[in-house]
Nanobody, 130 residues
Framework: EVQLVESGGGLVQIGGSLRLSCAAS????????VGWFRQAPGKEREGVAS????????YYADSVKGRFAISSDNAKNTVYLQMNSVEPEDTAVYYC???????????????????????WGQGIQVTVAS
């Protein structure tokens, strides 16, 4: 059974930091891109960051570059999203998702085509308090 379990969400002050974790199981982690996506109320789901363990490829949405960092503990099949200098616009439900890695650029592709990812977690709320 495929599972993507997010943790670490909650309330954070503007300018603060938060680290999300995504524990993956049930699929070949090295053959997949794992990414973080978010959906704010009334908005479409958008890509935040993606990671390909086999290639070490990392991609970020422009809105989080320089503030967020994605990383992985491959031994634990866990992907992290370190969120720094958070802004009110970062308030959203954050989802971990996985899609098969077809090319070296799959991570970038999935950020703008989230509907094509194969597996999704249940999501976790992140709220930035003003």
């Amino acid at each position: 059974e495929v599972q993507l379990v997010e943790s670490g969400g909650g309330l954070v002050q503007i300018g603060g930091s938060l680290r999300l974790s995504c524990a993956a199981s049930g699929f070949a982690f090295d053959d997949y891109v794992v990414g973080w996506f978010r959906q704010a109320p009334g908005k479409e789901r958008e890509g935040v960051a993606s990671y390909s363990s086999n290639l070490g490829s990392i991609y970020y949405a422009d809105s989080v570059k320089g503030r967020f960092a994605i990383s992985s503990d491959n031994a634990k099949n866990t992907v992290y999203l370190q969120m720094n200098s958070v802004e009110p616009e970062d308030t959203a439900v954050y989802y971990c998702a996985a899609g098969r890695r077809w090319t070296a650029y799959s991570g970038s592709y999935y950020l703008s085509h989230p509907h094509e990812l194969e597996f999704w977690g249940q999501g976790i709320q992140v709220t930035v308090a003003s």
